[in-house]
């Protein structure tokens, strides 16, 4: 065992000695080391045109969409896939048998779905960036071109008549989500 004397142990002698000075390794460096904890809580933007943005950049916006699209698709495809493992269990199953099905059957409904919905993410973002900037202002008929043209590419594999119906599912669903956007902002304080 190591000497407690060399590590700073239990030594009750050394407990009780407080005119020992501690060892400050910044002492002898002459840098105000304290400043470089004391961070600003504000932004710091490079160029001041970034200051007065109030949208986040199209770089910003296709990680955002992306990213959320399939967190949210991957968690609720697990939990489709666990209710669906569940469902099918079998009376003389073991255990080891139950939670291989649940870890599978989650693991690939999380995982398509979770694809899926990040794939309409990208194309989405992609798309209100384009829109923003060909247009060169930011209001509603971007998101809903957005929505429209979103739908409208992922199911073009499947034909005209399918690519119209999800580009219009798409445009009333970003439709119905900027006049919901709109009303919050109405009616609830913040």
């Known amino acids: 065992m190591a000497d407690p004397r060399i590590y700073g142990g239990d030594d009750p002698d050394r407990r009780q000695d407080s005119s020992r ?39 910003e916006n296709l990680t955002y969409y992306t990213g959320i699209g399939y967190l949210t698709g991957a968690v609720a495809g697990a939990s489709l896939g666990f209710h669906r493992a569940l469902r099918a269990a079998e009376p003389g199953d073991t255990l080891k048998i139950r939670v291989n099905r649940i870890l599978n059957s989650s693991g690939q409904d999380g995982r398509r779905i979770g694809n899926r919905l990040g794939v309409l993410g990208l194309l989405y973002a992609g798309m209100e960036s384009g829109m923003v900037a060909a247009r060169d202002t930011d209001d509603w008929i971007n998101s809903v071109t957005a929505g429209l043209g979103t739908g409208v590419l992922f199911k073009a594999a499947n034909g005209p008549r399918s690519a119209a119906v999800a580009g219009a599912i798409g445009g009333l669903m970003v439709g119905a989500a900027v006049a919901g956007k709109q009303m919050l902002k109405r009616y609830v304080p913040i």
């Open 21 to 59: 000075r501690l060892y400050n390794p910044y002492q002898d460096l002459q840098i105000p080391y304290r400043t470089l904890y004391d961070l600003p809580t504000s932004p710091e933007f490079l160029f001041q045109e970034e200051s007065v943005a109030q949208r986040r950049s199209w770089g």
